[in-house]
């Protein structure tokens, strides 16, 4: 039986709030932790926890070429991942999450220059969005004495984390694609417990053959290293929950809501100054991803 308006919108607000939580908390537990620590962290516990998922919804017979793709993914997967803590571990939340946005962005841009796909209006209107909500979150910051109208925009590329962010969402926008053509021998199902899983079991087994202190360390904080991979877990099985149940433009457009909760996070829990004017910021670049996609 599919799930109806209110379900797929609870799941996938469930969903943002589980992402957001997820780095909430790794900022917070583990300020001090190696870029390979937090991957541990990221990856290990949740894909533990998505085992038993997996021998739930197993994946149907898949031909060689889907094992390809996923050898093909994995390395920048964990890339992606690891450039994902380091941001915001040493960034504000605010200043980190939302370049996530440009995903989609990159996402059509590729497709123009690539493969000569026309950009609609409403598609370019929500790239707009996006880089007008990073200017937003950039803007009056101290740039020494000669500021200019570029200044927001060099920011974000002086900034380290708002730098890594950036190559994030280039990965993912690279990532997206390619777990797409993977995911067309499997199910939603089947796909999501599984890659999850294949991505733990990989950073687990190189950290026991070439990192096992990493682990040791970790495990004494394995109440917050459970409770991290929960909210993943959440995360994870929430969006294939609702992406079997609503359009993926629909889906993707309100989970990305989950930079907002970031920057609500970093406002309570880390401080972080401007709470009307960031949120004002990533609401634009919120709008500006949901307009792509629904185009």
């Given at each position: 039986m599919t799930a109806g308006p209110i379900p797929w919108f609870y799941l996938s607000l469930l969903c943002a709030i589980s992402l957001a939580s997820a780095d909430a908390l790794t900022k917070k537990?583990?300020?001090d932790y190696s870029g390979w620590q937090l991957l541990i962290v990221r990856f290990v516990v949740p894909g533990l926890l998505l085992v038993p998922v997996s021998f739930y919804h197993p994946l149907p017979p898949?031909?060689?070429?889907?094992?390809?793709?996923?050898?093909?993914?994995v390395p920048f997967e964990l890339l992606a991942m690891w450039l994902y803590m380091l941001a915001i571990r040493d960034s504000p939340l605010h200043l980190t999450l939302p370049y996530l946005a440009f995903t989609p962005a990159l996402n059509v841009l590729t497709c123009f220059i690539v493969l000569g796909e026309t950009v609609s209006a409403a598609g370019f209107g929500g790239i707009l969005l996006v880089v007008a909500g990073a200017y937003v979150l950039n803007k009056e910051?101290?740039?020494g004495a000669q500021q200019t109208w570029v200044d927001p925009f060099a920011a974000i590329i002086r900034l380290r984390g708002s730098r890594y962010m950036l190559f994030v969402a280039v990965i993912y926008s690279l990532t997206s694609v390619l777990g797409k053509r993977a995911m067309l021998y499997a199910t939603p199902a089947s796909f999501g417990p599984f890659y999850f899983t294949v991505l733990g079991g990989v950073v687990?087994?190189?950290?026991?053959?070439?990192?096992?202190?990493a682990l040791s360390i970790l495990l004494r904080k394995a109440q917050w290293l459970l409770l991290i991979g929960i909210c993943m877990a959440v995360m994870i099985i929430t969006h294939f929950l609702a992406i079997a149940s609503v359009e993926v433009a629909y889906?993707?457009?309100?989970?990305?809501?989950?930079?907002?909760?970031?920057?609500?996070?970093?406002?309570?829990?880390?401080?972080?100054?401007h709470l009307g004017k960031n949120l004002f910021g990533g609401i634009l670049m919120v709008a500006g991803v949901a307009l792509i996609l629904t185009s």
């Open positions: 537990i583990f300020p898949v031909p060689p070429i889907f094992w390809l793709w996923i050898v093909i993914l910051k101290n740039y687990l087994g190189a950290s026991l053959l070439l990192r096992p202190r889906f993707l457009s309100l989970k990305r809501t989950s930079l907002l909760f970031g920057i609500l996070y970093g406002a309570l829990l880390f401080k972080e100054a």
